[in-house]
Protein backbone atom coordinates (compact mmCIF):
# COMPACT_ATOMS: atom_id res chain seq x y z
CA UNK A 1 0.00 0.00 0.00
CA UNK A 2 1.40 3.33 -0.58
CA UNK A 3 2.28 6.15 1.53
CA UNK A 4 -0.80 8.47 2.90
CA UNK A 5 0.08 12.00 3.11
CA UNK A 6 -2.29 14.27 5.27
CA UNK A 7 -2.48 18.00 3.51
CA UNK A 8 -4.70 20.67 5.38
CA UNK A 9 -5.14 24.49 4.55
CA UNK A 10 -6.15 26.99 7.08
CA UNK A 11 -6.74 30.62 7.43
CA UNK A 12 -3.45 31.32 6.26
CA UNK A 13 -3.48 30.10 2.86
CA UNK A 14 -6.77 31.70 2.65
CA UNK A 15 -4.46 34.66 3.29
CA UNK A 16 -2.30 34.29 1.04
CA UNK A 17 -4.87 33.59 -1.66
CA UNK A 18 -6.49 36.84 -1.28
CA UNK A 19 -3.74 38.87 -1.10
CA UNK A 20 -3.46 37.91 -4.93
CA UNK A 21 -1.44 36.27 -7.45
CA UNK A 22 2.11 37.59 -6.06
CA UNK A 23 1.35 35.89 -2.76
CA UNK A 24 0.52 32.97 -4.00
CA UNK A 25 3.36 32.98 -6.39
CA UNK A 26 5.93 33.40 -3.87
CA UNK A 27 4.67 30.03 -2.35
CA UNK A 28 4.37 28.16 -5.37
CA UNK A 29 7.69 28.80 -6.69
CA UNK A 30 9.92 29.35 -3.00
CA UNK A 31 11.05 25.86 -1.53
CA UNK A 32 8.52 24.91 0.84
CA UNK A 33 6.87 21.83 -0.37
CA UNK A 34 4.23 21.57 2.47
CA UNK A 35 3.29 25.13 2.60
CA UNK A 36 3.16 24.53 -1.71
CA UNK A 37 0.52 21.45 -0.66
CA UNK A 38 -1.35 23.04 1.22
CA UNK A 39 -1.66 26.33 -0.52
CA UNK A 40 -2.93 24.30 -3.40
CA UNK A 41 -5.24 22.49 -1.51
CA UNK A 42 -6.59 26.12 -0.75
CA UNK A 43 -6.77 27.28 -4.06
CA UNK A 44 -8.78 23.86 -5.05
CA UNK A 45 -11.43 25.71 -2.91
CA UNK A 46 -10.99 28.60 -4.38
CA UNK A 47 -11.72 27.44 -8.00
CA UNK A 48 -14.53 25.42 -7.58
CA UNK A 49 -17.56 26.89 -8.35
CA UNK A 50 -19.52 24.68 -5.79
CA UNK A 51 -17.89 28.04 -3.29
CA UNK A 52 -18.67 30.67 -5.13
CA UNK A 53 -15.25 32.41 -4.51
CA UNK A 54 -14.67 34.93 -7.13
CA UNK A 55 -10.87 34.94 -8.10
CA UNK A 56 -11.46 35.98 -11.35
CA UNK A 57 -9.35 38.60 -11.45
CA UNK A 58 -6.29 36.26 -11.45
CA UNK A 59 -7.58 33.51 -13.44
CA UNK A 60 -5.31 33.56 -16.56
CA UNK A 61 -2.14 34.26 -14.08
CA UNK A 62 -3.23 32.09 -11.63
CA UNK A 63 -3.15 29.25 -14.71
CA UNK A 64 -0.15 30.49 -15.99
CA UNK A 65 1.33 30.04 -13.07
CA UNK A 66 0.01 26.30 -12.23
CA UNK A 67 1.59 25.13 -15.89
CA UNK A 68 4.99 26.45 -14.74
CA UNK A 69 4.46 24.88 -10.89
CA UNK A 70 3.83 21.24 -12.85
CA UNK A 71 7.03 21.70 -14.74
CA UNK A 72 9.59 22.89 -12.10
CA UNK A 73 8.35 22.19 -8.85
CA UNK A 74 10.50 19.19 -8.64
CA UNK A 75 7.88 17.72 -5.94
CA UNK A 76 5.82 14.74 -7.78
CA UNK A 77 2.91 15.29 -5.50
CA UNK A 78 3.38 19.38 -6.15
CA UNK A 79 3.31 18.69 -9.50
CA UNK A 80 0.66 16.32 -9.72
CA UNK A 81 -1.96 18.70 -7.09
CA UNK A 82 -1.23 21.83 -9.67
CA UNK A 83 -2.13 19.35 -12.64
CA UNK A 84 -5.24 18.40 -11.05
CA UNK A 85 -6.60 22.10 -10.73
CA UNK A 86 -5.77 22.67 -14.44
CA UNK A 87 -7.72 19.82 -15.55
CA UNK A 88 -10.59 20.32 -12.71
CA UNK A 89 -11.10 23.89 -13.00
CA UNK A 90 -9.20 25.65 -16.66
CA UNK A 91 -9.63 24.84 -20.49
CA UNK A 92 -6.67 24.84 -22.85
CA UNK A 93 -4.66 25.95 -24.14
CA UNK A 94 -1.83 25.04 -21.82
CA UNK A 95 1.25 26.35 -23.60
CA UNK A 96 3.95 26.30 -20.71
CA UNK A 97 2.96 22.49 -20.17
CA UNK A 98 3.27 21.77 -24.31
CA UNK A 99 6.52 23.54 -24.59
CA UNK A 100 7.67 21.61 -21.79
CA UNK A 101 6.58 18.45 -21.27
CA UNK A 102 9.91 16.44 -20.88
CA UNK A 103 10.12 18.74 -17.65
CA UNK A 104 6.70 17.00 -16.62
CA UNK A 105 7.27 14.28 -13.99
CA UNK A 106 7.68 10.95 -16.50
CA UNK A 107 4.08 9.30 -13.57
CA UNK A 108 2.28 12.95 -15.08
CA UNK A 109 3.04 12.74 -18.56
CA UNK A 110 0.14 10.81 -19.76
CA UNK A 111 -2.16 13.45 -17.70
CA UNK A 112 -0.74 15.97 -18.93
CA UNK A 113 -1.65 15.05 -22.92
CA UNK A 114 -4.68 14.37 -21.62
CA UNK A 115 -4.64 18.24 -20.13
CA UNK A 116 -3.56 19.27 -23.53
CA UNK A 117 -5.71 17.65 -25.59
CA UNK A 118 -8.58 17.55 -23.44
CA UNK A 119 -10.74 19.84 -25.46
CA UNK A 120 -10.57 16.91 -27.75
CA UNK A 121 -10.90 14.22 -25.80
CA UNK A 122 -14.21 15.24 -24.22
CA UNK A 123 -15.37 15.53 -27.93
CA UNK A 124 -14.42 12.44 -28.35
CA UNK A 125 -15.66 10.67 -25.12
CA UNK A 126 -19.00 12.74 -25.54
CA UNK A 127 -19.03 11.41 -29.28
CA UNK A 128 -18.65 7.38 -28.04
CA UNK A 129 -21.27 7.81 -25.43
CA UNK A 130 -23.66 9.57 -28.19
CA UNK A 131 -23.02 6.63 -30.01
CA UNK A 132 -23.21 4.02 -27.21
CA UNK A 133 -27.18 5.32 -26.70
CA UNK A 134 -28.24 4.49 -29.90
CA UNK A 135 -27.27 0.96 -30.26
CA UNK A 136 -29.95 -1.06 -29.00
Known sequence: MGEVRCVTYSG????????????????????????????????DWFMDPYFQQDISDMKEALKELLQTVVVSSGDYDVSDDALNLLISYTWPPFPILEHNLDRVPEKLKAD???????????KKEMLEASVGEERP
Not at 19 to 38: P, T, W
Not at 112 to 122: C, G, H, P, Q, R
Request: aromatic share 2%; net charge negative.
Open 12 to 43: DEKAIVRKGIEAIREVLLGRDNSRKLSLLLAL
Open 112 to 122: ALYAINMEEEI
